[in-house]
């Protein structure tokens, strides 16, 4: 089943299951990657000590981490640690805010509901997100969000975004907050649910370029 669909801001359907291939960005993909080699093992959400990862500059602007927290029964998600690039789009730092209060009422019910599937069903959530900067250029916001428990709960959540336009530039400066995102991909990866190593090219084998 496809996970490509157009779903407006007050639409409740459920998320479409898909695996690691409806993921668009290469970065995107080894994060999961890394994840599934993690979650393989156990088969839960794997504790977010053992997610080490290699980042540069840039992919540290576009990442976010979060502490989930239960109060009253429900989750409340802390943002800990806030990209760069992400502050710009929303045009606030978040650091240290409860998200539902950081996003706002206007976006609140359109993103939220991404967060909370996560939590629910401790698996990732991938959506592409389709928004217009300033000047009216298409812009695709990729959102990729990685679950981690402590083995009875979904603590945290390390969010990574992409934003790329067909149009090639484009302006970021408030892109969350001009308009409202309209998802055309939303999907939780709940299929082939296992890390597979890149095949490796054996020494021995020819390598021919044409």
Not at 68 to 96: F, S
Request: hydrophobic fraction near 35%.
């Amino acid at each position: 089943m496809s996970a490509k669909r157009d779903i407006l801001p007050n639409d409740t359907a459920p998320f479409l299951g898909s695996s690691i291939e409806v993921v668009r960005a290469i970065q995107q993909r080894d994060l999961l990657n890394k994840w599934l080699s993690l979650y393989t093992p156990l088969q839960r959400a794997p504790p977010f000590e053992e997610f080490h990862l290699e980042c540069n500059e840039t992919d540290r602007a576009s990442a976010v981490i979060y502490t989930v927290k239960v109060e009253n029964g429900r989750p409340r998600i802390m943002i800990d640690n806030g990209g760069t690039r992400l502050a710009k789009a929303y045009g606030a730092i978040g650091i240290g805010r409860e998200l539902s209060e950081y996003l706002g009422p206007k976006l609140t019910p359109v993103i939220m509901p991404l967060y909370e599937e996560c939590i629910r069903r401790g698996l990732p959530v991938y959506t592409v997100s389709r928004l217009q900067d300033r000047d009216k250029r298409k812009v695709d916001l990729e959102r990729l969000l990685l679950p981690f428990s402590d083995g009875k709960r979904i603590t945290r959540i390390f969010a990574s975004f992409e934003t790329i336009s067909p149009e090639g530039h484009f302006d970021i400066n408030q892109l969350m907050r001009d308009r409202l995102p309209v998802d055309v991909v939303r999907a939780v990866i709940d299929k082939k649910l296992y890390f597979k190593p890149p095949p490796r090219i054996s020494p021995r084998d020819k390598i021919e370029f044409e």
